[in-house]
């Protein structure tokens, strides 16, 4: 019972039509976001709502917050004790950033790719079935199809298939980030994260995830953290534009490279700075 | 100009050669003189005899190893079952789960306490972990104990190594890149399950080699161990026994008896030994790390 008590004194404060009609919408929304760092202000006041089915690119200037904004979304700065968040963030109309709320099924519903793919330390195939398998499922035949699907799914499955059991250190830089995109899928999220996640590639590899992505975003939210505007242009059904912590515009991509509203996502586009 | 910029190169790398070649060649030499040195006995006596017996009258020419050996053996043993289990929680706690204030301060008390003098810690050991044993834990197992047993030696060993392995393997854990904690946390994983399948893993080569290295310094510890595990040459038949590891042998009988040539050739041989179980022990943990290395790539 008292378990079942807390979520509703939360939500009721929240107009009953919040959670029928709008909820479908929006994916992920942020409402009155703020972060710092040490007192510093980092995150100012952030408001936005990510519509599912779809690419997000988060751009902006070095430094202006789009990697810590990413990383709120499934609570990697958990972990580090002198970041201090104020304001919601729903993930399917929970707020992720409320007291009672458990970590690991919101991290569960998002898979995230770094800048720099990090594989764990083990065989290509236990790279794969490594959140499967935290999460209980067990059984080497069903284990072995779910390294299958998402290893095809990421256009990995040729390429590796004869070496499952080796380990995944040993595969390119852009073989690993493809790893690490299937590991991130085979625990079957809803929303994947990439936080710049083909800087640290070549060009064909960037190629092949961006495809990847475009082919993913029927079935998933994808936000991405990108630097390359080029890249924004290519792929991005929406696009948030952030400036020193702030929020400065959010609107689809057409909008926002065709028709910017304010002045600094005007400039910032045009190559004014960067 | 740029000659004598080169001619300083040269120089520094010569004489950091230099360096080097001595270093190394330091550990041939005390190999060499303590086999030079204890020759006699072994064309005396054979190896086997040497190694196998366990009866020692100097004065009667019998020189057995076997409860030395042994004796070491079972300390350094029982040191690392007991130091190695507490030093990985101990670690992974402080690298892990604590604030950065308890790492800080932690990370200085290790420090000290890899400082304190081992004739400190033998001097305790002889005041708490003795009388502990002989009254409190051996009635339930033993007619009899002094309390200077295995155990005794074991026990204070293990809380001399204890210091020297936290302090690596926090290094160790410590240069687990964040991003793959990341990694594993971001696919639902708890904290547990992170540090038990990634960063554990990751640092089995670092754990092999701090066990290695505290192994090898409690193969060697001396004067601890003397004192509070009885001195008494025999095969220990339960760790409240008393032994004499080999360290101990040599530094309470070298000097005394050197009227007796045998005894002397003996005593370098116990040396000999000592310094022959580390360098096998380092070859083999080496080859080990070389194997994981080959297997995981980690």
Redesign the interface.
């Given at each position: 019972m008292e378990l079942m008590t807390p979520p509703l004194i939360v939500k009721q404060p929240k107009p009953i039509e919040k959670e029928t009609a709008d909820c479908h919408k929006p994916h992920i929304e942020v409402e009155n976001l703020n972060l710092y760092i040490q007192n510093n202000h980092i995150l100012k006041n952030i408001n936005m709502a990510i519509p599912d089915k779809s690419i997000t690119c988060i751009i902006g200037p070095s430094g202006c917050g789009k990697t810590t904004l990413l990383r709120t979304f499934?609570r990697?700065h958990d972990d580090s004790?002198d970041v201090k968040i104020t304001g919601k963030l729903f993930v399917d109309c929970e707020d992720i950033y409320a007291k009672d709320t458990e970590v690991?099924?919101i991290?569960?519903k998002?898979?995230?790719l770094?800048q720099?793919p990090?594989s764990?330390?083990?065989s290509i195939i236990d790279n794969v079935v490594?959140?499967p398998r935290?999460?209980g499922v067990r059984g080497k035949r069903k284990l072995y199809e779910i390294a299958r699907h998402q290893l095809h799914a990421v256009g990995l499955w040729d390429e590796v298939k004869d070496r499952l059991k080796s380990?995944a250190?040993?595969l390119s830089i852009g073989q690993q980030q493809r790893l690490?995109l299937a590991?991130?899928l085979a625990?079957e999220p809803e929303i994947i994260?990439g936080d710049e996640a083909t800087s640290a590639l070549d060009p064909i590899s960037s190629k092949t995830i961006e495809e990847l992505f475009l082919s993913l975003k029927d079935k998933y939210t994808i936000v991405l953290v990108t630097h390359t505007l080029r890249q924004a242009k290519r792929i991005a059904d929406y696009v948030a534009f952030m400036y020193l912590g702030e929020l400065i515009e959010f609107g689809t991509a057409d909008q926002v490279f065709n028709h910017p509203k304010h002045k600094l996502t005007k400039e910032y586009i045009s190559g004014g700075f960067s | 100009m740029l000659k004598g910029r080169l001619l300083k190169d040269k120089i520094a790398r010569h004489y950091m050669l230099f360096a080097t070649v001595v270093s190394i060649f330091v550990l041939f030499l005390i190999g060499g003189g303590l086999l030079y040195k204890s020759l006699p006995i072994m064309e005396e006596k054979s190896l086997w005899t040497l190694l196998t017996t366990s009866n020692w009258r100097p004065f009667k020419g019998d020189f057995g190893f076997a409860s030395y050996i042994l004796s070491t053996l079972f300390v350094t043993g029982i040191a690392i079952v007991i130091a190695l289990p507490l030093s990985l929680l101990t670690s992974i706690y402080i690298i892990e789960y604590a604030?950065?204030r308890i790492l800080r301060a932690f990370s200085s008390v290790v420090d000290l306490l890899s400082g304190i003098p081992p004739v400190i810690y033998g001097v305790w050991g002889t005041l708490t972990i003795v009388p502990f044993i002989s009254e409190k834990l051996a009635p339930h197992f033993v007619e009899f104990s002094t309390g200077y047993s295995v155990l005794a030696g074991g026990i204070v060993l293990a809380i001399m190594i204890i210091p020297l392995i936290i302090s690596i393997l926090m290094e160790v854990f410590g240069a687990v890149?964040k991003?793959?904690r990341?990694?594993?946390?971001?696919?639902?994983?708890?904290k547990w399950?992170t540090v038990k399948?990634?960063v554990v893993?990751?640092s089995i080569p670092g754990i092999v080699a701090a066990t290695v290295l505290a192994i090898s310094r409690a193969f060697g510890e001396t004067i601890a161990v003397l004192m509070v595990c009885g001195n008494f040459t025999d095969l220990p038949k339960s760790i409240f026994d008393a032994c004499y590891p080999i360290p101990a042998l040599i530094a309470n009988n070298y000097g005394e008896m050197m009227s007796v040539p045998q005894y002397e050739s003996a005593l370098m041989f116990a040396a000999f030994l000592l310094f022959f179980i580390i360098v096998v022990f380092n070859v083999i943990s080496r080859l080990v790390l070389i194997q994981i290395d080959k297997r995981?790539?980690?």
């Open positions: 499934n990697l004790v690991t099924h991290r569960k998002m898979g995230l770094a720099r990090c764990l330390p083990m490594y959140g935290i999460h380990p250190s040993k690490c590991r991130g625990v994260l | 604030s950065p890149p991003e793959m990341e990694a594993s946390m971001s696919l639902g994983a708890t399950q399948k990634v893993r990751k995981y790539q980690l």
